[in-house]
């Protein structure tokens, strides 16, 4: 098996991910998500099992010494424990999410999950117009005191059954958030990680990590900031799913699996979907001049308090309205 942190185009992740099939299909088994319909601009969420197996790689090759490394492996581990519940982003929704203001007071430790842990997909052209890179897909996950979280597969160079409690990797209670860019020198990860206790206001500032293969991409300002913006977005996005449930579409079962003349066949499902349903807020100017030049007019979250003592946070989104043509 070649070097599986060294990929680099889509068809990579296609050849690589059909050596992992004939080499190693007990990875497969454990880290593909569910078979869903094909999505063109988006990429196919099967390729997630080349991304764990290169975070397994650079696990078993950092001796676990790693915490980005490590952090990023337990996070595609979490998913896969949840059969990689995988969420495509509509564009609309997304420049929502951009022109609307975080509460950047509210707690790391106070925005709840609607899962342990997703995995988030791009459009294409929005990821390009936006990051400036092929974002592939970002990966969160919320980590808890004392957690255990297992290796659903051997790695080589790893003991077999072998579990990693977080606190002895290094890590509190946190979210975690993952980036997988394709680049042409391979592939890379952007990562964050932000303890409970931390705002929102911090995900903005902090210092983000790399690792990978990818030529021209490092730790320099334009990167941090294309990491901030990563990380920045993936928290707005799970505030935008707990604020707005009705813009999540689970996908629905378009075929049973089953055997058919001896030939195993897999369940096929429609994918989930954010923010398909969501209809844009437009202003209507009226009169007889120009109208202006199309922009948003800035939404913003907060966070209102109430139940017993005020200690529940309900999530408000005054959603960004589109302004001219």
Known sequence: MQDFVQLGTKDNYKNIFELLEENRPDVVKATVPRRIASTSEY???????????????????????DEAVTTAFFISNLLAEQSVPCYFLKEDFLH??????????????????????MLFFYPESFSKQYFGLPVLCTGVGRFVKDQIVKIPYHVPGVPKSFSVQMSQAGTKEQLSIFSNVLEAGGTSTFYGTFPNHKTIKDVAIDSIE????A??????????????KLNSLAIKI???????????????????????????????????????????????????HASPRFHFRKGHFRGQHYGLNNNLIKVIWIEPTAVGS
């Open 215 to 228: 030529e021209g991409i490092g730790n320099n300002k334009a990167d941090v900031e294309i990491g901030n």
């Open 96 to 117: 929502c999410l951009i022109h609307t203001s975080p509460p950047e007071s509210m707690l790391i430790g106070d925005i709840k999950m609607p899962n342990e842990a």
């Open 43 to 65: 990429l196919n969420p099967k390729y997630f099992s080349v991304i764990h197996y290169s975070f397994a790689d650079g696990f078993a090759r950092n001796g676990h010494n």
């Open 238 to 288: 799970i505030l935008g799913m707990v604020a707005r449930p009705q813009y999540v579409e689970f996908g629905a079962l378009l075929r049973k699996g089953g055997e058919k003349r001896g030939v195993e066949i897999n369940e096929l499902w429609s994918p989930n979907y954010i923010g398909r349903t969501l209809k844009l807020k437009r202003e209507n100017l009226g009169g007889t």
């Open 210 to 213: 790399y690792f990978g293969s």
